[in-house]
């Protein structure tokens, strides 16, 4: 079965700080891994996805299939990183569906 | 175009009721996904459809719930017999899907359903 795990509820860092999100994976092949957002009062939004080898908004996400990890990392959290995060895997085709983790809390203070 | 939308943004019901949730997909999008959110937890799937069909149900998606994409355009949910375990947010997500991985799915703001 597939799973994702996001092991922290809450993360709570300052300003400039260095920030990881974690996010570890089941799933017997190789799935399509995003990240999604979900600021204060607005919808879920995608943030980045693995295959595109993006950097949004300052933050990357490497792939780590040994581990099964697809951690997200940016250097210098600011305020409005404030938000809630979810890692999320769907079938390497593409056609189906999202399995999303619990999602982290991140709340960058001054 | 706005985005997703979903009507109600709330619903309160008794417990035992009906109730039906809408959702339009950004316009030119073939792909249209449901999603249940409860507290604490990330969006689970329940049910996707490509155009009017409905391709996957998940097992979440008891007999009392069912959903239709009529036309492949909007789509309903409903929920018969509401039980309170049914309180969550719903949520609907469309794609423009070009059978290809990686396709990015746009959610809408949700229906929140409280069932008494």
């Known amino acids: 079965a597939q799973r994702v795990t996001q092991p922290e509820k809450l993360l709570s860092v300052f300003k400039g700080a260095p920030v990881e999100l974690k996010c570890n994976y089941s799933?017997?092949?190789?799935?399509?891994l995003f990240w999604y957002v979900q600021y204060s009062r607005q919808r879920l939004q995608l943030l980045l996805r693995?295959?595109s080898r993006e950097s949004i908004k300052g933050f990357t996400a490497d792939l780590n299939k040994g581990e099964t990890s697809f951690h997200l990392k940016k250097p210098f959290a600011q305020e409005e990183d404030s938000a809630m995060y979810y890692c999320?895997?769907?079938?390497?085709?593409?056609?189906?569906?999202?399995?999303f983790g619990k999602g982290t809390m991140l709340l960058v203070s001054p | 175009d706005t985005g997703v939308s979903q009507n109600p943004r709330h619903k309160i019901t008794k417990r035992g009721q009906n109730v039906t949730f809408r959702c339009d997909p950004i316009s030119e999008h073939n792909r249209l996904y449901w999603y249940r959110q409860t507290l604490g937890q990330g969006p689970e799937f329940l049910t996707y459809?490509?155009?009017?069909?409905?391709?996957?149900k998940s097992r979440l998606l008891s007999d009392r719930f069912s959903a239709e994409r009529p036309k492949g355009s909007f789509s309903t949910l409903e929920i018969q017999r509401t039980e309170q375990g049914d309180s969550a947010m719903y949520l609907c997500a469309s794609s423009l899907t070009r059978d290809r991985p990686g396709d990015t799915q746009y959610f809408g703001p949700g229906t929140r359903l409280t069932v008494l």
């Open positions: 693995h295959i």
């Open positions: 999320a895997l769907s079938p390497p085709s593409g056609y189906s569906t999202l399995t």
């Open positions: 459809f490509q155009n009017e069909a409905q391709l996957e």
């Open positions: 799933y017997s092949g190789s799935p399509e």
